[in-house]
């Protein structure tokens, strides 16, 4: 009998959430979302609930991703997987966001994609010493989503936009100077950090097993992310970068031009406008068009192909240069979904209204 891929456990007070995939670094599949939206529900109103905490099986980390070879396979036949996972997947991001008790992440070792979103949303986040922290997704052909618009376009300055454009990966210090985490804790204390929650306080075990985070190299360069990420268009960002003395922009211009063209105009418009949004909700409903649409777009398939598939690193992007992608080619990730939108705003309103 094969092992569940989510364990479930109610204990001390403790509603604890173990990922458990370790083969896969607990990459999220469908399967998964249905298990944890229902019992996260559940344990925001038991009382004998006080908080949940969220790891992930084995020592590799917390949740590598989405699963998204089975969103290679299902966007060739249609996507209609995709477009239910991403749906349940989303609204679960914004439960977590809104959760009524303390929610706490373990942010070890790799959190990329859809970690991100089962963990930054959480209102105590704690990265370590091992922490990989990132939003890939541009490499694959595909957006920042689970409300990682929202994060990066919230992130101090401009490191938001650097790092969903270059998909560069966040230590902790990193983390916590971005946003997506608040307390350091070496990984070494982790396990005495979770026998003192099951007889003491959140508070007093943090205090005794968290320390100051190292400094953020992300942080200290901070100038001239936000001296060349400020720019309108990505073009215009990667010239700025590439006629700097600094090695470091240089390199980052080199890595922002390895990624699908397209989907780093749409992701720099995305970032844009969820700088704008009021809630997580409104951006997951425009992370949901986006999602979709890339489902019907040539670079996803290739991304998947060439980076997990057939490992070739070689895709095959299309329009295959910045300047060759058109409004048009950007404007039709934004397009409005009639009565398949998301509608996580409006629900939002609708309950506040009552």
């Not at 229902?38 to 590799?60: H, M, N, S």
């Not at 070792?109 to 370590?128: C, D, E, F, Q, Y």
């Not at 100051?212 to 073009?235: F, G, H, M, Q």
């Not at 979709?292 to 192909?305: K, P, Y």
Request: proline share 5%; net charge negative; hydrophobic share 40%.
């Amino acid at each position: 009998m094969s092992e569940p891929e989510v364990l479930l456990e109610a204990k001390n007070g403790i509603g604890r959430i173990t990922l458990n995939r370790p083969k896969a670094i607990n990459a999220l599949n469908h399967d998964m979302v249905k298990q944890i939206a229902p019992q996260l529900e559940a344990w925001a109103a038991d009382d004998d609930i006080e908080l949940v905490l969220l790891t992930g099986a084995g020592e590799r980390g917390l949740c590598a991703g989405g699963d998204i070879v089975s969103i290679y396979h299902d966007a060739k036949e249609g996507g209609g997987g995709s477009k239910d996972f991403w749906r349940e997947e989303y609204t679960l991001n914004a439960a977590i966001a809104r959760f009524p008790k303390p929610y706490v992440a373990i942010m070890d070792g790799v959190v990329m994609g859809g970690g991100v979103g089962l963990s930054a949303h959480a209102n105590v986040r704690i990265a370590t010493e091992r922490s990989k922290i990132a939003m890939p997704e541009v490499g694959i052909g595909f957006i920042p989503d689970v409300g990682g618009t929202y994060l990066l376009s919230r992130a101090p300055g401009e490191l938001g936009t650097h790092l969903g454009l270059t998909t560069l990966r966040m230590n902790g210090a990193d983390a916590i100077a971005a946003g997506f985490a608040d307390h350091y804790m070496p990984s070494a204390n982790l396990e005495k950090f979770y026998t003192a929650l099951e007889s003491g306080s959140l508070s007093d075990a943090l205090a005794e097993f968290t320390e100051e985070a190292p400094e953020s190299a992300l942080d200290a360069s901070r100038e001239w992310i936000d001296r060349y990420y400020k720019a309108e268009t990505v073009e215009e960002i990667v010239e700025g970068l590439r006629s700097s003395a600094i090695p470091e922009a240089a390199k980052a211009a080199a890595d922002i031009e390895s990624k699908s063209p397209v989907s780093l105009k749409v992701t720099l418009r995305s970032l844009r406008s969820a700088a704008a949004a009021s809630t997580l909700e409104q951006v997951l409903d425009e992370e949901y068009r986006v999602s979709l649409a890339s489902l019907e777009s040539h670079d996803l398939v290739e991304g998947i192909r060439a980076q997990v598939v057939e490992k070739d690193r070689n895709p095959q992007w299309n329009p295959p240069t910045l300047s060759a992608v058109t409004q048009a080619d950007v404007d039709r990730y934004f397009a409005p979904l009639g009565s398949s939108e998301l509608g996580l705003q409006k629900g939002l309103e609708a309950n506040s209204d009552e």
